[in-house]
């Protein structure tokens, strides 16, 4: 197994970028590191915090610097299809936060982009890299659930959290940008089966009244070729005090031969403090109470970084640096996930059913 040095650039220096880069310093392959944001200043003051070798307010800069072999594009979602189309023409393979992309058409043209350079191209849809998610894939890979009859997962978090991600991107909806991960995780469950079909309702009051589009309440039924069925759910509009600090998630796979029931609430490590909890997504969001390990990417402690960015990160870097297999999300299954969230949209926005082509 080759153990080869890699140059690597970070598009995008926010709060995902910045975690992207902090892997990349500390990997022992990455020999090279480039950051860049369009606010040259934030991309400066990130390259100064992890020793990087270069940085710049000029994102196609870095993705063209001789010195990198591979690129994070961590934009904002609607700024993805930039960056990503420039490294697979310079034949650099791609690490992109979820989603692929806000539309199909985007998502098409990425997906014939890098099939055409045969660059590979992998999506952060980092609830793959929970220990409990990879645990539940290696049970089911192992046939000890049978077949899978069906599914069911929620995942709840603040409306503090969600006008974050609204005023970033607003068309990145608690749907496309936070039911997609368990969009991935049941199609990654049901790997090689199809989905055919999406039944959505929603309900829109909170952030309606906000000026957004989004949904505070989305619920949808997704089924599948061979008959399965999977019930998916999203409320990112609790009040802003409750205390999950990321996704308070649940998960339960049925099959004929056995069952996993994931609970990843977290509600049995509660921090309570009269000094305040610093919010690791919402600037100047404090809580009393907080749900510890509800931060959906990882956390901070004693010097490191723990958690699903972390693991998902080092998994792609060792990817590139030996060439040993990695379980992230591919460019042809992104593209589907993307598929399946639009149809939960377009059901709960029209009441209809809409079937999904093959």
Sequence with gaps: ??????????????????????????????????????????????????AANFSS?????????????????????????GPILQALRLGKPVFVEKPIALTLEDADRIVAAAEAAGVDLRIGYSRRHDRRWMLAKEQIVRGRLGRILGATARVYNTRAQMLQILERSPEATPILDVLTYYVDMACWFLEGIRPVEVVARGNSLIFKEMGYSAQDVTWAIVTFEDGAVVNLGVCYALPAKYPSHGQSARFEVLGTDGVILLDQDNKDSILFTDAGIPHAYVPGHTANMVFMQTNSSGDWAMGDFWGPIANETRSWLDHLATGRPCPHTTAREGRRTLAVTLAIEESARTSRAVRLEG
């Design 57 to 81: 307010g000029d994102n196609e800069e870095v993705v063209s610097r001789p010195e990198v072999d591979a690129v994070f594009v961590s934009t904002p979602e609607h700024d993805h299809a």
């Design 1 to 50: 197994m080759r153990n080869k040095q890699i140059g690597i650039a970070v598009v995008g220096s926010g709060r995902i970028g910045t975690l992207r880069a902090h892997m990349a310093a500390r990997h022992p392959s990455v020999r090279f590191l480039a950051v860049s944001d369009k606010d040259p200043a934030r991309a400066s003051a990130l390259a100064e915090s992890v």
